[in-house]
């Protein structure tokens, strides 16, 4: 599943909770599909099974400070790595396009 998630303790996991990833038994066998919404009964039946934990979607809204001084430190992180490129250098094309990716896959695109 994609998004967010957090690992719960079974006893902090509430009915009405996203499990974000399938979940095995011991043998491999699939208990619940990714995506299950809990219930009292199913939470009941893990304990059963002797799971302790859950992996379920974190539906919280993201920190807007949180999050912005993590873009900071990825933009700090390729600061670094790039600290030898020139971008005014234009025959240096390659690290060109190597900074602009690294940049966009770690932070984004740029909103204009």
């Known amino acids: 599943m994609t998004g967010t998630y ?6 902090k996991v509430e009915p009405g909770m996203v499990l974000s990833d399938e979940l095995l038994d011991t043998h491999g066998q699939v208990l619940l599909p990714a995506g299950a919404v809990l219930s009292e009964r199913m939470l009941a039946r893990l304990q059963d099974h ?4 859950l992996a379920v979607v974190d539906d919280t809204p993201p920190d807007p400070a949180q999050s912005a001084a993590e873009r900071a ?17 234009a025959e240096d094309w390659a690290a060109q396009v190597l900074h602009t990716l690294v940049t966009e896959f770690r932070v984004g695109k740029e909103v204009a």
Do not use: T
Request: glycine share 8%; no cysteine; aromatic share 4%.
């Open 73 to 89: 430190a990825q933009l700090a992180r390729i600061g670094v790595l790039f600290r030898r490129h020139d971008p005014a250098n």
């Open 50 to 53: 002797g799971i302790e934990s």
């Open 6 to 11: 957090r690992h719960l303790p079974l006893a």
